[in-house]
């Protein structure tokens, strides 16, 4: 299995809501992302997980709340969301650092979430 | 700072036409460099690495570390090409991903 899984693929929540995006990978990769991409820019990175341990969080909203409960497996829980945070939502996994041979990052389809 | 710098938002070429997308990045370690590709509603794939010097759908990437550069050629435009490219370099420390701004290929038949 040489892909990234999430689910669910589109999302419409209200800024009420709480709900949770997937992310699964079998690749034996010990490191996980999540990246936030709007229309026609770059993806932003938001978390990253080694080893099942947050190493780096760029400054997220603390409405965002990543979770890694395994090595296969990356949750980003969703509450009191705002309008401005619908964007497509990325997971990617690669070999945990440090780590040579310019290994890439493996990218999942994402999920379009939408706030209203 | 790492930066990654994507002077073109729009490259417009004729089919068969030679390609050639500009990457230029800021980076005071050991760069790791990629390239990326975006098809219309696919998800984002690696197209190439530095490290591997190897050639994908016919585009190559060489790092020039004088230049601070990893320009992708393609000697012979397809339609098929037609995509947004991503280049980005990983830090050699933290594995975190910086991408460029992005430029959008368009092949013309």
């Known amino acids: 299995d040489t892909e990234v899984t999430q689910t669910p693929k589109h999302l419409v929540m209200g800024m009420t809501n709480k709900k949770s995006l997937k992310c699964e990978q079998h690749?034996?990769?010990?490191?996980m992302y999540w990246y936030k991409q709007k229309a026609k820019k770059p993806p932003e990175l938001m978390f990253v997980?080694?080893?099942?341990?947050?190493?780096i969080n760029e400054s997220v909203p603390s409405r965002f709340s990543p979770e890694c409960p395994n090595s296969s497996l990356l949750n980003l829980h969703l509450h009191a969301l705002q309008p401005e945070d619908s964007a497509l939502y990325l997971c990617?996994?690669?070999?945990?650092?440090?780590?040579?041979?310019?290994?890439?990052?493996?990218f999942g389809s994402g999920t379009r979430l939408t706030v209203v | 700072a790492q930066r990654v710098t994507q002077p073109e938002k729009l490259l417009s070429v004729f089919k068969g036409a030679p390609v050639e997308l500009k990457c230029n990045y800021s980076?005071?370690?050991?760069?790791?460099l990629f390239w990326y590709v975006q098809y219309s509603r696919q998800r984002l794939q690696l197209l190439l690495r530095?490290?591997s010097r190897e050639s994908i759908k016919g585009f190559t990437a060489d790092l020039n570390k004088g230049e601070t550069s990893f320009h992708l050629k393609k000697p012979f435009a397809q339609e098929e090409d037609s995509a947004m490219y991503y280049c980005?370099?990983?830090?050699?420390?933290?594995?975190?991903?910086?991408f460029g701004q992005g430029t959008t290929l368009q092949v013309k038949p």
């Open positions: 990617a996994s690669s070999h945990a650092m440090p780590t040579g041979g310019g290994y890439g990052y493996t």
């Open positions: 690749m034996g990769h010990r490191a």
């Open positions: 997980y080694s080893y099942e341990k947050l190493s």
């Open positions: 980076y005071s370690g050991s760069p790791e």
């Open positions: 530095h490290i």
């Open positions: 980005a370099l990983k830090r050699d420390n933290t594995g975190k991903l910086i």
